[in-house]
Each structure stands twice: as structure tokens, then as C-alpha cells.
């Protein structure tokens, strides 16, 4: 594809459930980046893929956050047991390579009620 | 942990005005990139500065690394109704790796 693409554009659940959110990045990149962005902060790193593996998941705020890339392109942040706080942008990038331009899809609007 | 600030906040300025916003670092970093979101959309990539001391412009855009690598500052000149958004940097620290850590950003408004 042309960009970084991630589904659901929005996402609206109640506080307990669980929910997944897709990345597909640029093909080709080998770096694949989660942020997360509350409305006027910039955005948090929660976890970055090099390849299929988590390079570094520091970011992930605790243990109901999880993300998988299991054949190294598309990625999937799952989250559990949902919270009001968990309310947020929730941002993909990818690069060709580390520490190289990072190009952000245009992320997924998830609401906790 | 790393931690990169960005002052001010907020700038309004009029057309024609110049702006400049500010980057600082708690941490010697390996390069700094600068990132334009506008209002409803996603950060864009506008410049990566990699070695002590440099300078880059992109035409009324002035980006500057500090000698120590932890400070960056971002000049725009003439200030135009397209330059609307908030500009982010954001700083890979020395041992880090891919982690990108984000400024809170400077949400520049400007008045016709």
C-alpha cells in the first residue's frame, strides 16, 4: 500500500472488554512502532517490532497491553479488561530501518465508556 | 527515564510573524526528528539532525542540533497560514535503540 493503514478508525467499547488494533505498515519496512497520544500530549512510545520480534516493549503502560507481528509485516496491539484511562490515539509507524524516518498511519480513536 | 520538553506550549502569532520553538533533552541524544501534525492528523516527518552543531533549512524552516546533543530548536520565518499545527521533535537517545521519545509539542496558531 501507499502508507501505513490501521483499523478501526474508531473504536467505541465499554470498561472490561477487550480490544484489537491493526496495523499494516509500508511494505518492505522492518521497523514497526506503537504510540499513543491523548489529546494535547505528544505521542508515547509504547513498543517497537524490528523484524517479528519486540525490540522493546518498555513503553507498554502494564500487562493488559500486549502486541504481536508474527510474520513481520501486520501488527496487532491487544488490550485487556479495558479502562476509561486507556482512552487515547492510538498510533502505528513504521521505518525502513531503526532510527530512520518514521511515516505514522492515521491512527485508531478508541473510546472506553 | 529519557525525557524530552518543548516550550511553549502555545504560540499565536500574527502573518508574517517568525516562530520558534524549543527542545530540550535530559539525555545526550543520537539524532532528533522534527514532526508536523495537523489539527485531526497524524504526525508527518519533516527532518531528522544527526550531528553536533547542525543545520538544516527547507525553506522558511530553520532546524538547528545543539553542540551538546540535547537541545534542538525549529525557526520558522514569515509565518503562513499553511505553517498551522503543532510541531513535535522527538530524540533516540544514545543506547536506545528504535524508542523515540516525543516532545509534548508546540501547537502554533496564526492570524490572517
Known amino acids: 500500500g501507499a502508507g501505513v493503514s490501521q483499523t478501526p478508525s474508531n473504536k467505541v467499547t465499554e470498561k472490561g472488554k477487550y480490544v484489537e488494533l491493526r496495523c499494516d505498515p509500508i511494505?518492505?519496512?522492518?521497523?514497526l512502532y506503537w504510540y499513543r497520544q491523548s489529546l494535547g500530549q505528544g505521542p508515547e512510545f509504547l513498543i517497537y517490532f524490528q523484524g517479528t520480534g519486540a525490540a522493546d516493549d518498555s513503553g507498554l503502560p502494564n500487562d493488559r497491553f500486549f502486541a504481536v507481528r508474527p510474520e513481520g509485516s501486520v501488527s496487532t496491539l491487544k488490550i485487556q479488561r479495558t479502562e476509561r484511562g486507556d482512552s487515547a490515539v492510538y498510533l502505528c509507524?513504521?521505518?525502513?530501518?531503526?532510527?530512520?524516518?518514521?511515516?505514522f498511519g492515521p491512527g485508531t480513536r478508541l473510546l472506553v465508556l | 527515564g529519557q525525557q524530552v520538553m518543548q516550550i511553549p506550549q502555545y504560540q499565536h502569532v500574527q502573518e508574517g510573524e517568525d516562530f520558534t520553538t524549543y527542545c530540550n533533552s535530559s539525555?545526550?541524544?543520537?539524532?532528533i526528528q522534527w514532526y508536523k501534525q495537523r489539527p485531526g492528523g497524524h504526525p508527518v516527518f519533516l527532518i531528522q539532525?544527526?550531528?553536533?552543531?547542525e543545520v538544516k533549512k527547507q525553506k522558511r524552516l530553520t532546524f538547528q542540533f545543539g553542540e551538546a546533543k540535547k537541545n534542538s530548536s525549529l525557526h520558522i520565518t514569515a509565518t503562513q497560514t499553511t505553517d498551522v499545527g503543532t510541531y513535535f521533535c522527538a530524540g533516540f537517545g544514545d543506547n536506545q535503540g528504535g524508542k523515540l521519545i516525543f516532545g509534548q509539542g508546540t501547537e502554533l496558531s496564526v492570524k490572517p
Open positions: 539532525l544527526v550531528k553536533s552543531g
Open positions: 511494505s518492505g519496512h522492518t521497523a
Open positions: 539525555t545526550t541524544l543520537s539524532n
Open positions: 509507524a513504521s521505518s525502513l530501518d531503526l532510527q530512520e524516518t518514521q511515516y
